[in-house]
């Protein structure tokens, strides 16, 4: 898939992945996108070179509002790989926002990376994919920045799971938009920013295998509630009928669980395949089981895994609001900032959500962005 995945974007969309990362050297897209954020958000950000930080090659900031100057938090990078370092891209909450006797303890957030270190005289230079993770990671660290709630229990990120990766995720639509593809990019040789015709190239992709990456997380979401449900022999047994409708030559993995005294035991690798078929309309390697490289079902989604397209369905409802009056309205930044990111977990997000938007979210915009309707 990723192969001819490849090969279709390179005929159809002609784009040379390797000539537009030498546009996104990463100092640049940390420094532009640090300026979006502060413009959008009302927030002034601050290095402190001489900080103390676990690694030479970590930096940490300052935030403050931009208007009051008051002390919001404090934020690490740590952008590039090294031996023993956590190899994924997260963002990690190292202190909840409180307010105790009186007084405000500020933030502390870490976004880290694995993007590909400088070489000799070459920056660092990311593929367009990192530039959407950069924004993507450091929307989290902001949610914990522009907290307000007075208990670290409800404090940043600490919302519905369900609602986790909206932030993030209506962020990354700034990635794929011109004016902003033109200020985050500069080669790293000539100073120019990405070409118009490069730009509309890669814009034109973004929903390139949209379908079949949806249906992908659809088939996952449905792994995970599934196997976190393999006690409830009422919804075991409608599932089983369901796949076996589906699949009347095979016999489901369903059908062929192992009574035990705790419950259950699932033929993991019979229920993905069955499902992946079902669901994906695709086949995999046969005599594998690719569950055990699906690393979210242990690490903290447990039957949740849905809500990262759950959340996209409201990031595109709130973008639209961004579209319709600028990417860089101010006003709508800072209601977004008040109404969405403020209120952490203290307020039910789908009433901070109805706030915003002054109606209850839906579905129009999700379905209209992806090309679905």
Not at 69 to 79: A, V
Not at 274 to 291: G, R, V, W
Not at 311 to 337: A, H, I, P, T, W
Request: glycine letters at 4%.
């Amino acid at each position: 898939m990723a192969y001819y995945g490849s090969r279709y974007k390179k005929k159809y969309f002609n784009i040379d992945e390797d000539l537009i990362k030498e546009y996104f050297p990463a100092e640049h897209v940390k420094n532009a996108t640090m300026d979006i954020y502060q413009e959008l958000l009302g927030l002034d950000f601050r290095h402190l070179p001489k900080a103390q930080t676990w690694h030479k090659d970590v930096s940490m900031y300052e935030v403050k509002d931009k208007q009051s100057h008051q002390l919001l938090g404090h934020f690490y990078l740590d952008l590039y790989p090294r031996d023993d370092k956590f190899n994924h891209a997260a963002a990690m909450t190292l202190i909840k926002r409180a307010k105790i006797d009186g007084n405000i303890i500020p933030a502390a957030a870490a976004m880290v990376t694995n993007f590909n270190p400088p070489v000799g005289d070459r920056p660092s230079l990311l593929p367009h994919s990192d530039v959407v993770t950069f924004f993507h990671e450091f929307g989290h660290v902001m949610h914990n920045m522009c907290n307000e709630a007075n208990y670290d229990r409800f404090a940043g990120a600490s919302v519905e799971q369900d609602f986790v990766e909206m932030p993030s995720q209506m962020l990354e639509n700034w990635m794929w938009k011109k004016d902003i593809l033109k200020k985050v990019s500069k080669h790293y040789q000539t100073g120019k920013p990405l070409p118009d015709k490069m730009v509309e190239q890669k814009i034109a992709s973004q929903n390139d295998q949209i379908a079949s990456d949806t249906l992908n997380q659809i088939f996952l979401g449905t792994l995970d509630l599934i196997l976190y449900s393999a006690n409830d022999k009422k919804l075991l047994a409608q599932s089983a009928d369901s796949l076996a409708q589906q699949r009347p030559d095979s016999i489901s993995a369903l059908r062929r669980h192992v009574k035990h005294k705790d419950g259950f035991v699932i033929d993991t690798e019979d229920l993905w395949h069955s499902l992946a078929e079902k669901i994906e309309q695709s086949e995999y390697q046969p005599h594998t089981n690719p569950i055990g490289t699906f690393g979210h079902l242990i690490t903290g989604y447990v039957s949740s895994y849905y809500s990262y397209l759950w959340s996209q369905v409201y990031s595109c409802d709130l973008f639209q609001e961004f579209e319709k009056k600028g990417l860089m309205n101010k006003e709508v930044g800072m209601k977004y900032r008040k109404l969405i990111l403020a209120p952490g977990g203290s307020r039910d997000s789908s009433d901070s959500l109805s706030m915003y938007l002054g109606r209850a979210p839906n579905n129009k915009a999700f379905l209209k962005m992806n090309n679905f309707e």
